[in-house]
């Protein structure tokens, strides 16, 4: 039994597929990368503070909104652990 694919694939003609390239592979590259414009810029690691300070780790975590206070408390652990590595590399 043939797949949809292969039945597909036995009816189309060189035009067809040359048409397939030319026209719609470029269309759907276009859309894809309005797509990604779209996407949110991932964090890059080189916009990192060099500094931060106690009074900003409280401030950023006082506007968080989690379903649970230990989440919260963990954001801060982990906050304050980033606060000193930074310092011990200085």
């Known amino acids: 039994m043939k797949t949809a694919f292969e039945i ?11 048409e397939f390239r ?9 859309a894809m990368e309005e797509y990604k414009a779209q996407l949110p810029q991932p ?10 300070s ?4 409280e401030k950023v975590s ?3 909104d989690y379903d ?3 989440e919260i408390v963990m954001w801060e652990k982990g906050a304050r652990w980033y ?3 930074l310092k011990q590399r200085q």
Do not use: G, N, W, Y
């Open 62 to 64: 006082a506007t968080l």
């Open 54 to 57: 106690d009074e900003e780790i």
């Open 68 to 70: 649970h206070i230990s």
């Open 83 to 85: 606060h000193e590595q």
């Open 22 to 30: 030319l026209i719609h592979i470029p269309e759907i590259l276009d």
């Open 43 to 52: 964090m890059r690691f080189h916009c990192v503070p060099k500094e931060i």
């Open 8 to 18: 597909l694939q036995s009816k189309l003609t060189i035009a067809d597929t040359s």
